[in-house]
């Protein structure tokens, strides 16, 4: 049974895909690199084989490579370190566990100045859209398909300087910030933006800190996420290849200079887009 939904804040597109049966795993050309730390990825062998597998309560993507298969989990940022617990469940119903441990990792500080001051402390307007957009973020990170095949060895999706690395402790005006869940690449305003791997348009819109943004599906929890765009060139439930130009470079929402904010969904985590780079 297939059903989509859509929530608006600028037509917000979601697709909610229900399968009878369950797959037991994927078949991939490639892994991405593995790294057990927060806001890293732990590529696990599963033997004996799994049907399904979850982490954190959250459905885990199984995938079979080389004949063997591996689940593949995304680690919040905000993850302590020490033992995490990958649970797996079995055709036969009995279920097994698969621990892993997340080492310690210190991301570095950056300092930002932000010209309007909006953005660093909203006004009560601005907070009810700001939740509004959060709430549809989260839907989109949450969505789960099986009917595309993940790639796990992108192309960077613009051409530029890395201005800004994924982890890294922000203060925006001396005032503490989130983590920067993503990679800023630095390029000139109007530079073209392509997709890093084979997807699916799952939102479009324009939102208070992101701008002009796109977020892309690539299958089984795996999803992009681009933002601060000068224009938007695909429409939501297109699907666009390897290479294909979604949209521009631009300098909307929360931005001191022309640059593309890159970030990537597994599992509902973000993760260090570095991790899936040829």
Not at 146 to 173: W, Y
Not at 215 to 237: E, R, W
Request: a neutral charge.
């Amino acid at each position: 049974m297939k059903f989509s939904v859509t929530l608006s804040f600028t037509n917000f597109f979601l697709w909610t895909t229900i399968f009878c049966s369950a797959l037991e795993a994927i078949e991939v050309d490639n892994l991405p690199i593995s790294s057990f730390v927060p806001g890293g990825i732990a590529v696990i062998r599963i033997q004996p084989i799994g049907k399904s597998a979850s982490y954190i309560g959250k459905k885990v993507m199984l995938v079979d490579y080389e004949e063997s298969q591996f689940a593949v989990i995304g680690i919040p940022l905000d993850t302590a370190p020490g033992l995490q617990r990958l649970k797996v469940e079995h055709s036969s119903g009995l279920t097994s566990n698969h621990d892993f441990t997340v080492k310690e990792k210190r991301y570095q500080e950056q300092r930002l100045t932000i010209s309007n001051n909006r953005q660093v402390n909203p006004n009560e307007n601005d907070m009810q859209r700001i939740n509004r957009e959060s709430i549809e973020m989260r839907a989109a990170f949450a969505h789960w398909t099986e009917e595309l095949t993940p790639n796990f060895q992108m192309i960077a999706p613009v051409d530029g300087v890395k201005s800004s690395s994924f982890g890294l402790r922000r203060f925006f005006n001396d005032q503490p910030r989130a983590p920067h869940s993503g990679m800023d690449i630095a390029a000139p305003e109007g530079a073209p933006i392509s997709a890093p791997a084979d997807g699916v348009v799952l939102s479009t819109g324009n939102y208070f800190f992101n701008g002009n943004t796109i977020i892309l599906d690539h299958g089984f929890g795996l999803i992009s996420l681009y933002c601060h765009m000068n224009t938007i060139d695909v429409a939501n439930g297109q699907r666009v290849k390897t290479g294909e130009q979604i949209g521009q470079v631009g300098k909307t929402g929360r931005v001191t200079g022309p640059h593309l904010h890159w970030s990537i969904n597994l599992n509902g985590s973000r993760v260090d887009p570095v991790l899936f780079l040829n």
